[in-house]
């Protein structure tokens, strides 16, 4: 079975720093998607980035990028320019693209506070 | 605009009564699927459909009913066989079960008092 690891329950970064969060996962297939979602004090999941495990190339979203190392079954995401509205919850997911196990499988979450 | 409307947002139940909870989105998504937040546990998936008039349990349905009537709703029940139903509860989509992000509601916490 599948399992993702964030090992990191709390980071810390000072406003305009950067910071990275890590997410290890397990896995025998050899194609799926990662993603990282960020759960801030309303609640609300908000996803922030994807990446297909076919795709070589790391996802990008304005601050926001990913080191995906297939290899080493790494996934962390990289924050840049931090931001106070950045202080979330995050969330690494692993999803399956085998038929019928399309079910995500979600990590422990990380909280991240900014510090102004 | 389109999303994914869950209610009510606070919710509190007595032992050993059933309560549902409701999730409707308009994004014409043919999955949904309810998940359970517990602190310091990411999300456990109680269950999910891939279509109207299908579902299929989770890791963690006992305790719990769906139904899957109409494309655009996904009700959730939380029964009095669940043994410890208090948590947060949240309810997402995605355009099929077999492509694409899911996008989430923004929760019902439930309290049995």
Redesign the interface.
């Known amino acids: 079975a599948q399992t993702v690891t964030q090992s990191q329950p709390e980071m810390s970064v000072q406003e305009a720093e950067t910071v990275t969060l890590s997410c290890t996962y397990d896995t025998s297939e050899s194609d799926y998607y990662l993603f990282w979602y960020k759960q801030p004090p309303s609640r609300q999941m908000i996803l922030v980035i994807r990446q297909e495990a076919y795709k070589q190339q790391n996802a990008t979203e304005n601050r926001f990028s990913v080191n995906f190392q297939k290899a080493a079954k790494s996934f962390s995401l990289k924050i840049s320019d931090s931001q106070l509205g950045d202080a979330a919850m995050y969330f690494c997911a692993y999803r399956s693209t085998f038929s019928g196990t399309y079910k995500y499988i979600f990590g422990t979450g990380t909280r991240l506070k900014v510090l102004a | 605009d389109g999303g994914i409307t869950q209610s009510p947002k606070y919710l509190f139940r007595k032992e050993g009564q059933n309560v549902t909870l409701s999730c409707e989105q308009n994004l014409n998504h043919d ?1 949904m ?1 309810w998940y359970r937040q517990d602190p ?6 109680i269950y ?1 459909s ?1 279509i109207v008039n299908d579902f299929q349990k ?2 963690i349905a006992e305790g719990y009913s769906v139904s899957r009537e109409k494309k655009e709703s996904f009700p959730l029940t939380v029964t009095s066989a669940q043994k410890n139903p208090t948590a ?1 509860y ?1 309810c ?1 989509s995605s355009i099929k ?2 492509t694409g ?7 019902t916490r439930l309290t049995v008092l």
């Open positions: 999955a699927y310091g546990q990411g999300l456990r998936l999910y891939q989770g890791d947060f949240l997402a079960a077999s992000e899911q996008f989430f509601g923004p929760g």
